[in-house]
RNA sequence: GACCUCUUGGUCAAGCGGUUAAGACACCGCCCUUUCACGGCGGCUACAGGGGUUCGAAUCCCCUAGAGGUCACCA
């Protein structure tokens, strides 16, 4: 039965490099019909941020991920919250230390400090010195019993290798002798993440294990422990970091954004899940747009890249603006009203009509606003933007071309786009114009931008008769001073 | 510094001994069009470098370089 797990800490945000460990480890877990545990690793109870569990259950569900087992949903193997668990993590280090796989320290904070900065002085790597090894089993005990702080570390043994088979990079060995004693219970009495990790994928039953690079290197390391606890360890995959350019990973730092600021922005979470999962992995084939189901179906571990990948904005803006597009008009509306009510008031516009306009000409969300806040009220523009080059247009034009469309615009009778459209044509072969020379005037005289949703008649339409005549001869006013 | 890992266009990436080295984003043209966008067509740009192995290397091996990670009572 594969079992997989994310295990995030209560630190913050989710940020993207989360999602996607929590996406792979989901798909797999789908993929094969297995369970998805959510685990949450608290043990660092300085760094923990109020609240960020709660935001960990909203984003993992916002981006439609959701867990069989995990402390808001329970499960056979609970609690699955580490600090609920504390109890349980110090009879499975004394076992190792029973069997020489561990033993007490009573160093000081103090000793440790001066022994690593006079390592780091002369440039060595600190190692612990296996100080309190050397101590008897009933010294260390009658110290522990005397109430003395003691941290228990785990006995790494000084020569051979340690091992371990990544499934995606292969044999990782090292050499005992560079690896240290860690801590595996710290003085709080609470377990490291190294510790805990072993002692609860084990208790939960967790087959395999997904997880950033970033701990490619302590992985050897915990299959000392397996081998010392007689336990078959999972099998682990490392990910690949992602990065926000070619030396530095995504961070909050920088203002990369997490999942739920790109949310806020308006990116779709459809959109933001598809490009996520193409982030460091192929499905090998030409094939780019996933649903979440899709994506169930067709991931596997053989698509997975070794190499960081940098996360490309434009890209999911790309994807983004592609989800839009394959919104229904009623689904886009919807999507779009919150933003459109920023900029423009119910009660004067057809923002239903505003948002069909929109519809493909939107990328993200949080862009209408400034699409659209021209028709609330009319911009400050340059003379300049009524020249067009394929147009044929300039001021000159423009100001003829307004002074004989204003009473054609005047006089129509059925304001409704159809009603303009007839109107405005007839008009343009009635008097021998071009459609733009007549056209991207009026557009430019009632909208003020060169770029608009929609154009003249959309426009005119959208604004009213009155608004739209106001316009036109504020412009026209414009052109002749 | 030590140990581990990675390296195909600006970016995501396919490729797993024989290909004109895919595709996508971005960018640049052209077409469509009352603007922009959408859409259509086309273009630009890559195997980090050097040695091997082989009839033949992006693909296998070694070295170099660059980049990343780890070296905590943080995860």
Not at 25 to 52: M, N, S, W
Not at 119 to 145: F, I, N, P, Q, S
Not at 185 to 190: E, N, P, S, T, V
Not at 276 to 304: H, K, N, Q, V, Y
Request: with cysteine.
């Amino acid at each position: 039965m594969v079992r997989t797990r994310f295990a995030p800490s209560p630190t913050g945000y989710l940020h993207l490099g989360g999602l996607r460990t929590a996406l792979y480890t989901y798909l797999y877990a789908r993929h094969v019909g297995g369970k998805f545990i959510l685990r949450i690793e608290d043990t660092d109870q300085e760094r923990e941020v109020p609240g960020a569990i709660d935001k960990i259950y909203q984003s993992l569900r916002l981006a439609g991920l959701d867990y069989d087992e995990g402390p808001d949903v329970g499960g056979d193997y609970g609690p699955y919250i580490q600090t609920q668990r504390r109890d349980l993590y110090l009879p499975y280090a004394q076992k190792l230390i029973e069997n020489g796989g561990a033993y007490y320290c009573f160093c000081t904070k103090e000793r440790l400090d001066e022994a690593r900065s006079e390592k780091e002085k002369k440039g060595e790597t600190y190692k612990y010195d296996k100080h309190c090894l050397a101590l008897t089993k009933e010294e260390a005990e009658r110290r522990v019993a005397a109430g003395e702080p003691y941290v228990i570390r785990q006995n790494v043994p000084l020569s051979g290798k340690a091992s371990f088979d990544d499934a995606l990079y292969g044999h990782v060995e090292v050499d005992c002798a560079t690896l240290d004693d860690n801590v595996l219970i710290k003085a709080d009495g609470l377990p490291t993440y190294n510790f805990a990790n072993v002692v609860d994928d084990h208790l939960m039953a967790i087959s395999h294990v997904m997880r950033g690079t970033e701990y490619l290197s302590s992985a050897p390391k915990y299959n000392l422990l397996y081998e010392s606890f007689g336990w078959t360890p999972p099998t682990y995959l490392h990910l690949p970091v992602v990065m926000r350019d070619a030396t530095r990973k995504l961070s909050k730092r920088y203002g990369d954004p997490s999942f739920e600021d790109l949310m806020d922005k308006g990116y779709l979470q459809e959109a933001i899940i598809n490009f996520i999962a193409l982030l460091g992995w192929s499905p090998r084939s030409e094939r780019e747009f996933f649903t979440l189901a899709e994506l169930i179906e067709a991931f596997d571990l053989e698509g997975l890249s070794k190499a960081p990948s940098i996360f490309d904005m434009d890209k999911l803006t790309w994807f983004n603006g592609e989800y839009m597009r394959k919104l229904t008009p009623e689904a886009f509306f919807e999507k779009a009203e919150p933003w459109l009510q920023k900029a423009l008031d119910p009660a004067k516009f057809d923002l239903k009509r505003v948002a069909e306009l929109l519809h493909n000409r939107t990328d993200v969300l949080d862009q209408i606003p400034e699409m659209v806040d021209f028709l609330s009220e009319m911009p400050e523009f340059p003379v300049e933007l009524y020249t067009h080059k394929k147009m044929k247009t300039n001021p000159d034009v423009a100001l003829d071309a307004l002074k004989k469309m204003r009473p054609v615009m005047a006089g129509i009778a059925d304001w409704t786009e159809e009603g303009i459209h007839a109107g405005v044509m007839e008009a343009i072969a009635r008097l021998g114009m071009k459609n733009g020379q007549a056209l991207w005037p009026l557009r430019i005289a009632i909208s003020g931008k060169a770029n608009t949703p929609g154009g003249a008649i959309e426009i005119g339409y959208l604004l009213g008769k009155e608004e739209t005549l106001a316009r036109i001869d504020r412009s026209i006013a414009q052109l002749e001073a």
